[in-house]
């Protein structure tokens, strides 16, 4: 285990905290639903997020500063056209991360505490910004999604991205090779879902065998 988790006391019962990182489109909420097929605990950030959009006081603020174009037919956030309107510029992500990001995190840190009272062999922290934001330290154990480029690019096409969106959206992220270098397991997500599948077996029996 990961002597720097903030989380991890060798004498708890808690279970251990699975990070997951990787590419854009690498699979990380697949590879997160696996995980919650063995009985583990999942803490999405994405959700976490999309929930905080229905804030009254987030969404005042993202209206303040980004207009109505953000906001679809219903009154809600729509999530593709905001992230459409921030990652096409540096000055509009900075913004919306400053309205986000705090209340995001501190959420996340709150649902993660909560996760590890429950009886799960694990708990799985599927974050878009894990390295960035520095929830390693959270983490027990940080495992890499691997998918070749053309793979994701597939993906994100399927999610109505224009071609420029995978690379606009990981160009605020650390390298893949860092991310790479610096976790504990790698798993490869490319071929069959039963192959991925395998592969998360595997690691959770390693990381739970203590």
Known sequence: MNPKSETRNPTSKAPPV??????????????????????????????????????PAIRSRLRERFGEKIFGPSGEVDR?????????????LEALN?????????RVRRALTEARRQDVPAVVLDAALILEKGLDSLCD???YIEAPEEVRRTRAQHRGWDRGELSRREAVQISLKA???????????????EYTFDQ???VLSDVTKS
């Open 18 to 55: 699975i990070g997951l990182v990787g590419g854009v489109a690498s699979g990380k909420s697949f590879v997160a639903s696996q995980f919650a097929r063995l009985g583990c605990a999942v803490v999405d950030a994405d959700r976490i997020g999309h929930e905080l959009l229905k804030d």
């Open 98 to 106: 400053s309205i986000i990001h705090k209340e995001l995190w501190s």
């Open 179 to 193: 991310k790479r270098e610096r976790a504990d397991y790698i798993i490869e997500n490319r071929t069959s879902p």
């Open 200 to 202: 998360v077996q595997s």
């Open 141 to 143: 154990v940080v495992l």
């Open 80 to 92: 593709r056209l905001l992230g459409r309107t921030a990652f096409a510029d540096r000055e509009n």
